[in-house]
Each structure stands twice: as structure tokens, then as C-alpha cells.
């Protein structure tokens, strides 16, 4: 009777806090930890328990990528995370060009539409949004760049070359030859250098001799939830935190085998008094190819699932910001939208 009870205290526990993978399907999906559908647990939301079991962990952090562990949350809140860093943070993007000259290949359509998408390495948050209606910008609101190269051929290339790269000179047109116009006293407020595209080595378009562009353009403050040029982010994703069981000893060849059935670093061969044996080293590289399935033997001795509220976050920022500036602004915005409703509440309430 003491054993049914403690197996079904570990079938509810595992219900609560694992998402299992099967070899034809995944179980326990959906959160079931709401009040009353338990008996015998509390599972009324209480903010104190809420902060003792919450966290983030910073696990890897470079200029341009973060990885970081969200510990305590509901699928709900992960994916408003993440929409937000999608969708929600604002950055300066080109917005509107004024072609003065394209003799290029390139139509001007399509070369503005390229123009729009280069990342912007200005902080959107000193710049305020455009009004609707404005045709024209201030300093700030706009930012203005100019681009005008012209192909000519270089007359010191050899006759019989046919490179492109030693016959003609500014045939290709890169980021690196747009050139920032300052409007009003944005001189004096951004130093040399700080305004300008992320990366100067984008290729924007070809050239022949006699072939120009010359073009102006505006930079506007958007989201990306108006277009995807304003994206902050090349990649915002998350995946639950791997959990592999062995649920009994493997030994052996099988041992070998099943490592090979996990990503690398994942499954770890030990030497023990002569006999090879498997433990898990690292669950948290998995991919979860699941290919231990395959195997006949090995399938019936482990169990994977993930851990329900362990979110694994990785963030790509496209330059425009670092990535721990962009996860700030984003709880920024989550913050704020909690706040409006909170407010709408209390109005519906007072009527």
C-alpha cells in the first residue's frame, strides 16, 4: 500500500514539473499546477513563493549574444519574453529614401527595401518616436545618412585583367560609404563614429563605369511589430531544460552505444573497477534527437523529459544594442503593459 502511494505521489510530481518525451508522442504537456486540481498541494499563487523560487543565471555573454536561464515561470510569460525582444524594443532603422540618382541594375524599390534592412548602431533610446503625418524630421527624431558612389575604371589595370576588382574602382557599394549627415545639433550630442551602420562591410549593390547612386536617407524610431527592419534581434528563442534519467545501470558496450545515441558531452563513459559504465554528464547540451529510440535495448532504460518552468533563453542581438541592454528594455515593456492593465482595472472598477 506504501509503495502505490508513493508511485502515485511521483506519477503527480512528475504530471507537475516534467514534459516527457515518448518514443510516439510527448506527455504532460499542458500546465496542470492551477488551484484545487491537485489534492493535497497549494497551488494558489503567492508572491513570496514566487521570489524565493525565481531566478535568471547568466550562462555565457559576449558582445553580441546572451545565454541565460529563466527559473520559475510559466510558458505564458517565457513567450511574452520573447515576443517582446521580437517585436516590442525599438531601434532606428531607415524608413524613407530620397533618390536623387540610381543608374544601377538595382531598382530603387528594391535597393531601398536592402537600405531599410541594415542594422542602425544608434541607441533608440535617445531619440523620441516621429509624429504620424511629419514629412519632415528634427534632430530628434530622424537621423539622416547619404550614400553617393559612382563606378569609374581604374586606368592602371593591367589590359589583359578581367577581375573586376582591379579593372574598376567603387564597384562595389558597401555600408561603408554611407556617410552620416547630422541634423540640428546632433554634432555636438553624438561624438565622430557612434552613428552608423553596425557592420560597414554589407554589400548594398554592383557597379559598371558610368554607373551611380546617389541617395538620401532617413532614419525613423520603430518596432518590429510595425516592420521587421525595426528587430532588435537576429534570434530570441527559448527551450526548457533538458532532463535525461537512466533508470537502470548500463554497462558495458551499451554504455558506448548509448552515448553515441545523445549529443556530444551529453552521455559519459566512466571506468569502474574495469568495467566501462554510463552516467549523465551535461543533459543540458541535448538536442533531443531522440535516436535512443531507435535502439530496442537502450530505449527501456531511459526516460527524457524537460524540466516545465527551466527556460533556457538565447538572445542574438543585431548590433544595434548590446544583448543585456535589449533584455532590460524588454522587462521594461513587460513591466509597462502590466502596469496599463492594472490601471484599466482599476478604471472598470471606479465605473
Given at each position: ?23 510516439f ?54 513567450n ?20 536623387y ?7 530603387d ?31 530628434i ?79 525613423v524610431?520603430?518596432?518590429?511589430k ?21 533508470l ?13 545515441c ?79 492593465f ?10
Amino acid at each position: 500500500m506504501v509503495e502505490l502511494k508513493m508511485a502515485a505521489a511521483q506519477a503527480v510530481e512528475e504530471m507537475r514539473s516534467r514534459v516527457v518525451l515518448g518514443e510516439f508522442g510527448v506527455r504532460n504537456v499542458h500546465t496542470t499546477d492551477f488551484p484545487g486540481n491537485y489534492s493535497g498541494y497549494d497551488d494558489a499563487w503567492d508572491q513570496d513563493r514566487f521570489e524565493k523560487n525565481f531566478r535568471v543565471d547568466v550562462v555565457h555573454m559576449d558582445e553580441n549574444s546572451l545565454e541565460f536561464d529563466m527559473v520559475g515561470i510559466d510558458a505564458a510569460i517565457a513567450n511574452a519574453f520573447r515576443r517582446i525582444l521580437l517585436a516590442e524594443v525599438p531601434t532606428m532603422a531607415v524608413e524613407k529614401v530620397l533618390v536623387y540618382n540610381n543608374t544601377s541594375i538595382v531598382q530603387d524599390e528594391i535597393l531601398a527595401h536592402r537600405l531599410g534592412l541594415i542594422p542602425i548602431h544608434a541607441d533608440p533610446r535617445l531619440f523620441e518616436y516621429r509624429n504620424l503625418g511629419d514629412e519632415e524630421g528634427t534632430e530628434i527624431d530622424t537621423l539622416q545618412f547619404r550614400l553617393q558612389v559612382r563606378c569609374t575604371r581604374n586606368p592602371s589595370a593591367a589590359k589583359d585583367s578581367s577581375d573586376p576588382n582591379e579593372l574598376y574602382v567603387n564597384h562595389k557599394v558597401y555600408t561603408r560609404h554611407m556617410t552620416w549627415v547630422p541634423l540640428g545639433n546632433q554634432a555636438d550630442l553624438f561624438p565622430e563614429g557612434t552613428i552608423r551602420p553596425v557592420h560597414d562591410d554589407i554589400l548594398i549593390a554592383q557597379l559598371r563605369p558610368g554607373q551611380e547612386i546617389d541617395l538620401l536617407m532617413q532614419c525613423v524610431k520603430g518596432i518590429g511589430k510595425d516592420h521587421a527592419k525595426f528587430s532588435p534581434v537576429a534570434t530570441a528563442s527559448y527551450r526548457l531544460l533538458p532532463d535525461i534519467t537512466l533508470l537502470e545501470p548500463v554497462e558495458g558496450d551499451a554504455a558506448e552505444e548509448l552515448s553515441r545515441c545523445f549529443s556530444p558531452g551529453v552521455i559519459e563513459v566512466q571506468e569502474i573497477q574495469g568495467k566501462k559504465v554510463a552516467r549523465v554528464a551535461n543533459p543540458r547540451l541535448d538536442t533531443f534527437s531522440r535516436e535512443v529510440f531507435r535502439n530496442d535495448m537502450l530505449k527501456k532504460v531511459v526516460r527524457l523529459a524537460r524540466v516545465r518552468d527551466h527556460y533556457i533563453f538565447s538572445v542574438e542581438s543585431t548590433g544595434v544594442l548590446p544583448p543585456d541592454v535589449l533584455v532590460s528594455e524588454a522587462i521594461k515593456v513587460l513591466m509597462g503593459k502590466c502596469r496599463r492593465f492594472l490601471d484599466e482595472l482599476d478604471a472598470v472598477q471606479m465605473d
